[in-house]
Each structure stands twice: as structure tokens, then as C-alpha cells.
């Protein structure tokens, strides 16, 4: 395909600066809005009307109408005074002009069902959003069939998701690479033990048979403290409370060897923070 074709393609899906696709774009609006109608009005027919005709003849209904005709044009006013995305003038991070294909989803969705809490309220937006998982895990690589998800409100929640995940992946996969250690005495490889995977975690469980209590003190929210070892090859371990007689936390930087205290929220949301971050702000010496 030419550049010029591909130009011509993508100039389909967007409104333009200069809202060049407006007849179009309202005409589809407008038909999403018809479909809309159309199917309220089809659905149990032989219920009475809650706002029949005389209802929307009197004059507190129209007040009122009137009311929020004037808060829709006010807000509309108002929104002009934002910084305009859309235009190729401006480039910013993390906003732009929105595509045609996501406006009207999102208004179809909005009008039928914008939340999808449980299967039971969400028959077809549920498998939409199973068809649409599949399609980003084929796109980076993952196996469509095997893949599973769900839609977030928006960036930061799935942000705080994937690093809650992570903290559960991790939590574990560590709490088994410390059990072994504190076991065998031999030296805890903290990288390794967080990249082991599944697979490898309950296979290392089931042969070394460790118990729930064993595991559990090992895990976030328990303080974890660091002590410098002096045998040779043994750069540091990380111990339950009392093991070095601090009952304090440290977060491990495995490639530059360095350990902090930490006083940052996305720590805590991992479960690595400290209680009291102000009193541990000094920055430890490499090791």
C-alpha cells in the first residue's frame, strides 16, 4: 500500500482538526441514537408509559428540561477553554485526538452498558470484552486462547492492577526463595527466586514441603530487615523480624546491589514500604 493510499485510510478515522468528517460522524451519532430509541420502544410494548404526553406538556416538566438544555450549552461553553488535542498544533504526552471507531463504541457502550460487573448484567459487553482481550494478546505476543483479562476505568487503575500482580507473583515466588534460603543456609538469590514462575514455585514446594506458616512469614506486610553476612561469597540475606534485631524494611535494587528505605506510595502498594517511612530516609551504602 502507498503512503498516499495509507493516508487516506486513516483520514477516515478521525474527525479532523477542522471537523471535516462532522456530516458523517453526526449521521452515524444519530443512528446510534435511532437504534437506541428504536429498541426501548420495542421492548415490552404493552407497559404504560411512566412520562406519557401530558406529563411532558407541563410547565414544571419544561422548566426543568429547560434547565438542563441551558447546564449542557454552559458546560459546552466551558469546554472550549481546554487545550485543544485534537488540532496537529499541539503534541502532548499521554493525550490526543480521539479516533471515530472510539467515540462510537464508547457511546454504544455507554447507552447500553458501561460497567461490566458480572456476566449475569453484562451478556454481550462481557463477551466483547473477552473478544477484545484476545485481540490485544494476539497483538503482543500471548496466546489468545490462553489469555485472560478485564477492562479497567482507565490507565492508573490498570497500572495499580499489573503492580498488584506483580506483587503477588513476587511475594510469593520470594517468600519460597527465603524459606530455602533460611533453610539450607545457602545464599539467597533474590532475582532468581523472583523470575522462577509458577511452574517452578510449586514444584520447589512440593519437594521441599514447606508449610503455610513458614511461607506466611515471609510475605508482605511482614517486616523484613538485612544483615551484612561475613562468610566469603555471601553478600547479604534478607531475615524475618528480629533476624538482624532491627524489625525494619529494606527494598533491594538487585542490579546496582544497592538497599534503601523506602518512603514512596508505589512501595507500599507492593507491600515493600516501611510503616515509618521518615525514619529510615537515608540511602544505604552499596554492598
Not at 551484612?228 to 547479604?236: H, L
Amino acid at each position: 500500500m502507498s503512503a498516499e493510499a495509507k493516508a487516506y485510510r486513516e483520514s477516515a478515522y478521525f474527525l479532523g482538526p477542522k471537523s471535516e468528517n462532522a456530516s458523517w460522524f453526526r449521521s452515524e451519532f444519530q443512528a446510534v441514537l435511532d437504534q437506541w430509541f428504536d429498541w426501548r420502544r420495542s421492548l415490552f410494548g404493552e407497559d404504560p408509559s411512566p412520562i406519557p404526553d401530558a406529563v411532558r406538556l407541563q410547565p414544571e416538566f419544561l422548566a426543568e428540561r429547560e434547565i438542563i438544555a441551558q447546564k449542557v450549552r454552559e458546560l459546552g461553553d466551558l469546554m472550549t477553554g481546554e487545550v485543544p488535542k485534537y488540532t496537529p498544533r499541539y503534541i502532548g504526552h499521554m493525550v490526543s485526538e480521539l479516533s471515530i471507531p472510539a467515540m462510537l463504541g464508547h457511546f454504544v457502550t455507554l447507552l447500553h452498558n458501561p460497567n461490566n460487573t458480572s456476566r449475569d448484567v453484562a451478556r454481550v459487553s462481557g463477551v466483547v470484552e473477552d473478544e477484545a482481550i484476545a485481540m490485544l494478546a494476539a497483538m503482543i505476543g500471548f496466546n489468545p486462547d490462553l489469555a485472560q483479562g478485564h477492562f479497567t476505568s482507565g490507565g492508573t487503575l490498570a497500572n495499580f492492577e499489573s503492580i498488584w500482580r506483580a506483587r503477588y507473583r513476587m511475594d510469593h515466588f520470594l517468600a519460597l526463595g527465603l524459606c530455602m534460603a533460611e533453610r539450607t543456609g545457602e545464599r539467597f538469590e533474590p532475582v532468581a527466586a523472583a523470575h522462577m514462575g509458577w511452574a517452578r514455585f510449586h514444584e520447589l514446594s512440593a519437594l521441599n514441603d514447606f508449610s503455610d506458616a513458614e511461607m506466611r512469614q515471609f510475605r508482605a506486610g511482614q517486616p523484613l530487615c538485612y544483615r551484612r553476612e561475613d562468610r566469603p561469597g555471601v553478600r547479604g540475606k534478607l531475615g524475618r523480624p528480629g533476624f538482624a534485631g532491627t524489625g525494619q524494611q529494606a527494598f533491594f535494587l538487585a542490579e546496582s546491589r544497592q538497599c534503601f528505605w523506602p518512603g514512596r506510595r508505589g512501595l507500599l502498594v507492593c507491600g515493600a514500604g516501611c510503616p515509618r517511612p521518615a525514619e529510615h530516609s537515608s540511602l544505604a551504602s552499596r554492598y
